[in-house]
């Protein structure tokens, strides 16, 4: 079986959090989702874990970082087309996230990074599978 990954991501609002990446196309587990929970569906193998800020602190010993102030995560997610990476970032933003830098174009691989409500920021890039060894 391959792995599974599940980011788990603190938020404040999760009904907040869950209408913006439902704009953005993505879907929720209903088996895995509650008032302090929701499974993103990103793929068949990646999830992310939106918490809320209560129900994260069960995982943790330590204080909740202000993704607004600091960064404590990138999360990267390849995309098949620069067409496709635009088409995840405008929605963001058009959600009501923000653009997190300057697109960066290298010929071979395409980035746009945004933040989300939380502040948390996802990059979404395209890499060209014949510069991918």
Same mark, same amino acid.
């Given at each position: 079986?391959?792995?599974?990954? $599940?980011?788990?991501?603190?938020? /404040? &609002? ?5 209408? $913006? $990446? *439902? +704009? #953005? @196309?993505?879907?929720?587990?209903? %088996? $895995? =989702? &509650? ?9 068949? !193998?990646?999830?992310?874990?939106? #918490?809320?800020?209560? /129900? ?5 010993? +330590? ?6 102030? =600091?960064?404590?995560? #990138? ?6 087309? +620069? ?6 970032? &405008?929605? @963001?933003? +058009?959600? *009501? @996230?923000?653009?997190?830098? &300057?697109? %960066?174009?290298? *010929? ?7 933040? !989300?409500?939380? *502040? ?12 991918? %060894?």
């Amino acid at each position: 079986m391959p792995s599974k990954i $599940f980011v788990n991501l603190p938020v /404040k &609002d999760l009904d907040r959090s869950k209408a $913006f $990446f *439902g +704009k #953005l @196309g993505y879907t929720f587990n209903a %088996q $895995f =989702t &509650d008032a302090t929970a929701a499974c993103m569906v990103i793929n068949d !193998d990646i999830y992310a874990m939106l #918490l809320t800020e209560a /129900k994260f602190k069960e995982f943790t010993r +330590k204080p909740i970082a202000d993704a607004h102030k =600091t960064t404590e995560v #990138l999360i990267a997610l390849s995309m098949d087309s +620069k067409d496709e990476v635009n088409r995840v970032v &405008d929605a @963001g933003i +058009k959600a *009501g @996230g923000s653009e997190a830098r &300057d697109p %960066q174009d290298y *010929g071979f691989m395409f980035l746009r990074s945004f933040s !989300d409500l939380d *502040g948390h920021t996802w990059e979404i890039f395209w890499m060209d599978s014949k510069h991918v %060894q």
